[in-house]
C-alpha cells in the first residue's frame, strides 16, 4: 500500500540550531515527493519538491531535503532554525499520473525554542 | 502564477443548514481538482476527487449524498456540504492540479476553509 510516514510527532529545536525532520515513503513507483509547511489555521505553503535528478533538493526559506531511494526516505533539513520556522510539516508522495492526489503523512509539529 | 482561491475562509452555521464552499483556480485552467478535510492537528485527508465535466470519485467511507462536489469549468470546483451538523466541523482545503495526461502531477493548494456548525 502506498503510504508516508513521519515518525516524528512533535520535535522541538533551539534558535539557531539545526534541524532534521524525516519522512519515509512506501511507494510502488518512482514516486514525486513533497515537503509542505502549514502555519495555524492556514492553508498549505510548498517549501519543495522532487521529481527527478539531483537527489539533494533546494527549497525556500533556506530548507533543502535530500531524495534516497535506497532508504524510502526524503528528509528535510534546515542548518539553522528560526523562531518563525515553528509550524506543522508535511510529507508528501504522488504519482505521475494525471489526476491522482497526493498522500500525506500525519505531519511533525515543529516547536522552536528560544 | 499558480494561484488558488477558497471562499469563503470560515464559516459558521446552524446544524441542519447547507453550506457551500468555493475552490477557484485564478490563473490556470484546473483539469482536475482535489478536496481535502483536515481535523486539529491532524493530516489532509483526500474526500474526493473531481475532473471538470464529469461526476467526483469520492474515497471510501465520505458520503456522496453529503459532500456534494461540482466542478463545472476548469477554474471552479464546489463543496455543498448538505444538512450540516457539529461533526461536520472541520478545516476543508481544495487543490487543483493543472496539465492533462503525461503533465507532472503538481497540485495547487487554496488557503482552507474553517467550517464550525453549531
Known amino acids: 500500500a502506498q503510504s508516508v510516514t513521519q515518525p516524528d510527532i512533535h520535535i522541538t529545536v533551539s534558535e539557531g540550531a539545526s534541524l532534521e525532520l524525516r519522512c519515509n515513503y512506501s511507494y510502488g513507483a518512482t514516486p514525486y515527493l513533497f515537503w509542505y509547511v502549514q502555519s495555524p489555521g492556514q492553508g498549505l505553503q510548498l517549501l519543495l519538491k522532487y521529481f527527478s535528478g539531483d537527489t539533494l533538493v533546494q527549497g525556500i526559506k533556506g530548507f533543502e531535503a535530500e531524495f534516497k531511494r535506497s532508504q524510502s526516505s526524503f528528509n528535510l533539513r534546515k542548518p539553522s532554525v528560526h523562531w518563525s520556522d515553528a509550524a506543522e510539516y508535511f510529507c508528501?508522495?504522488?504519482?505521475?499520473?494525471?489526476?491522482?492526489?497526493?498522500?500525506f503523512g500525519k505531519g511533525t509539529t515543529l516547536s522552536v525554542s528560544s | 502564477g499558480a494561484v488558488v482561491s477558497q471562499h469563503p475562509s470560515w464559516v459558521i452555521c446552524k446544524s441542519g443548514t447547507s453550506v457551500k464552499i468555493e475552490c477557484r483556480s485564478l490563473d490556470f485552467q484546473a483539469t482536475t481538482m482535489f478536496w481535502y478535510r483536515q481535523f486539529p492537528k491532524q493530516s489532509l485527508m483526500l474526500m474526493a476527487t473531481?475532473?471538470?465535466?464529469?461526476?467526483?470519485?469520492?474515497e471510501q467511507g465520505v458520503e456522496k449524498d453529503k459532500f456534494l462536489i461540482n466542478h463545472a469549468s476548469l477554474t471552479l470546483s464546489t463543496l455543498t456540504v448538505t444538512s450540516a451538523h457539529p461533526e461536520d466541523s472541520s478545516f476543508y482545503i481544495c487543490?487543483?492540479?493543472?496539465?492533462?495526461?503525461?503533465?507532472?502531477?503538481?497540485?495547487?493548494f487554496g488557503p482552507g476553509t474553517r467550517l464550525t456548525v453549531l
Open positions: 508528501a508522495v504522488g504519482p505521475y499520473q494525471a489526476g491522482t492526489a497526493l498522500i
Open positions: 487543490s487543483a492540479r493543472a496539465g492533462g495526461q503525461g503533465d507532472y502531477n503538481e497540485q495547487f
Open positions: 473531481s475532473n471538470e465535466g464529469s461526476k467526483a470519485t469520492y
